[in-house]
């Protein structure tokens, strides 16, 4: 098989043999097509018909973008397992992540453009002084935070965006923490408010923390108003890190 294979407008058949063989050879697959798109698990949603750009990685990785944002409009992780069938005339693309149990399918109306890309990459990405070593330190030593706090995930997924850490304090409440490497501003407090609100439907007493170097003074004046905390906390420098482990919320 070549390192990359496209086909536009392909014919069902083909359609069918580059995506099987795609997911038989774990190259990476993106299709660009009409679609729609039904998801059942924690909870259900429907995504009526419209063109998106659908990635599937070979760990699993499945992601749908439409043409606004940066977040896919939906998504599964690493470890799902991926088919694809023809149901009712219909070529369907299947996730399935067994631990919660969640199913996401895509209806292809209309394929504009398939390829599979065999793509060879070994190295891992080296950040210094970002936002990701400053969650590894905080999972390392997090009394920087407070004494009795416990970070237990990185990069949680909410209904309302991702959280960078996610823990409980030392009496249990749920604890937000939104990391800024450089001087935090209304944005950042913008952000973390928002998580706030949204766990806050579903838990009591939680708590918003915008950890930074700095704050201006509009972020301060607003982080007081709205409740919520500030700690200051710099960027780690050269030090090798150690890997932080995430685990049960409840």
């Not at 069918?16 to 097509?33: G, P, Q």
């Not at 299947?94 to 065999?118: C, D, T, W």
Request: glycine fraction near 8%.
């Amino acid at each position: 098989m070549s390192k990359v294979e496209a086909v536009q407008n392909p014919p069902r058949g083909e359609l069918l043999r580059i995506v099987d063989s795609a997911l038989s050879s774990e190259a990476m697959l993106t299709i660009f097509a009409r679609c729609k798109v039904h998801y059942d698990g924690r909870a259900k949603s429907e995504l009526g018909s419209g063109d998106r750009v659908i990635i599937i990685k070979p760990d699993g990785a499945f992601l749908i973008h439409q043409s606004k944002k940066r977040e896919p409009v939906n998504w599964q992780p690493p470890g799902s397992f991926v088919t694809v069938e023809e149901r009712d005339g219909i070529i369907i693309l299947r996730s399935v992540r067994r631990k919660p149990k969640e199913i996401l399918e895509v209806e292809l109306e209309e394929v504009y453009l398939v390829s599979l890309f065999k793509a060879e990459d070994y190295e891992e990405l080296t950040l210094t002084g970002s936002e990701a070593e400053m969650a590894e330190m905080i999972f390392g030593n997090p009394e920087l935070i407070e004494p009795g706090f416990k970070p237990l995930f990185r990069e949680k997924q909410i209904g309302h965006g991702i959280v960078d850490i996610l823990g409980r304090d030392k009496n249990g409440n749920l604890v937000v923490l939104e990391l800024k490497r450089r001087k935090a501003d209304l944005h950042a407090v913008s952000q973390l408010k928002r998580y706030v609100e949204g766990l806050s439907k579903e838990h009591e007493g939680v708590r918003g923390i915008l950890v930074a170097p700095s704050l201006t003074s509009g972020a301060k004046r607003l982080l007081e108003k709205e409740g919520l905390e500030f700690r200051k906390v710099q960027p780690p420098k050269r030090e090798k890190l150690g890997k932080g482990r995430q685990k049960t919320l409840f």
